[in-house]
């Protein structure tokens, strides 16, 4: 029996030498050390033999159980380290591998220019009027006739204002003041509001002018506002909106629905006031309407002007935009240039 172990031993030893793979060496466990393998057969055979050879046998067959064990673990572990590091090397990242393009999309200027302004008379306590209060398609009575504008004032006229086929005095609203009107037919005062959006003008586009832009709209009406109340918000709003250092001037101005009215110039950044194409040799650009909500338009919309006042204004976004970020040509706005959007 010591002759079949150490037969048996040596044999399993001679296999454990050839294998090749971890798989190999769970068949020899198989083979030699599992239940129904050579060891434990032989195991069964202990049971007949004296005390003394049980003692004996038992012993070397342990020892070579043991030993078994041993050398397949040692001979596993050198097979995992050599697949592992074989399955390293294989699936090493290439990180020269060029990467896979995903394009960005960005914010259009035009968006982002009105966020800004939107937030910045969020702070000052106004809120954004709901859209349906500031539709793009108005009647001449929003964009006009409530604005206290006499009917044959030349902003009327088709040059200037579209009119819509089939809609009876149907526009494209040509001004964001009509939003005023319906704000104050839906609230009663305190109103403390702005209204951003697209307007429609019948203009002959340049750098310039194009015949759609985008305007900004604020009203505030309560008790006791003030001509002082408007020039404390525009400033304060100029002074967040490009910074302190930017000369900006309130001139006296005329619009049907403010009196009195003004109108605020920035100096040009295009050519630091010397005077270019795009501020027409003037050295200013002017930004925003504004003035005192005229008595008419408050009593047409049944708010008492005794006892209320207040004040509008609009402003143009793309003007804004140009001047903040030097931008010479009012049509790179619109004509999706990828180059121009890509730097915003
Ligand atoms: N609606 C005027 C325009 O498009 C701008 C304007 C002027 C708006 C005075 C106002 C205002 O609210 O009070 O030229």
Redesign the pocket.
């Known amino acids: 029996m010591k002759t079949q172990l150490e037969n048996i031993y040596e044999s399993a030893k001679a296999d454990i030498e050839k294998a090749q793979s971890i798989s190999d060496i769970d068949e020899i466990r198989l083979k030699y050390l599992s239940r129904k393998g050579e060891f434990n057969s032989i195991k069964k055979g202990l049971k007949d033999l004296s005390d003394e050879d049980k003692r004996t046998i038992g012993a070397l067959a342990n020892q070579i159980t043991q030993d078994l064990e041993c050398l397949l673990k040692e001979k596993h572990e050198t097979f995992y380290q050599k697949e592992l590091n074989e399955k390293l090397q294989n699936d090493r990242i290439d990180i020269t591998l060029s990467g896979k393009y995903i394009p960005e999309g960005k914010v259009h200027p035009i968006t982002s220019t009105t966020n800004e302004i939107v937030s910045i008379f969020q702070n000052l306590g106004f809120s954004v009027i709901s859209p349906e209060l500031s539709p793009e398609v108005e009647t001449e009575y929003y964009n006009f006739d409530m604005l206290n504008v006499p009917h044959d004032h030349p902003a009327r006229d088709v040059q200037d204002t579209f009119y819509l086929k089939g809609i009876p005095n149907g526009v494209l609203r ?4 009509g939003a ?1 009107i319906h704000v104050m037919e839906n609230q009663k005062p305190p109103i403390k509001v702005i209204a951003p959006g697209r ?1 429609y003008r019948n203009e002959n586009i340049n750098s310039r002018k194009n015949n759609f832009f985008h ?1 900004i ?3 505030y009406v309560d008790k006791g506002i003030t001509f002082g109340d408007l020039k404390g918000v525009l400033n304060e709003f100029i002074r967040l909106y490009f910074g302190s250092a930017r000369p900006t001037r309130f001139r006296s101005s005329f ?1 049907p ?2 009196e009195p ?1 003004a109108e605020v110039d920035v100096q040009c950044i295009m050519c630091q006031g010397k005077g270019c194409r795009t501020c027409s040799g003037t050295g200013w650009l002017e930004v ?4 005192m ?1 005229d008595v008419n338009v408050l009593n047409g919309v049944g708010i008492d002007p005794e006892i209320y006042s207040g ?4 402003m143009g976004v793309e003007r804004l935009s140009m001047l903040k970020y030097a931008i010479d040509d009012i049509r790179l706005f619109f004509n999706n240039d990828k180059r121009f959007l890509e730097q915003f």
């Open positions: 040509s001004q964001t003041s005023q307007v305007q709209e604020g009203l619009f629905f403010t009215s925003l309407g504004a003035g909500v004040f509008a204004f609009g």
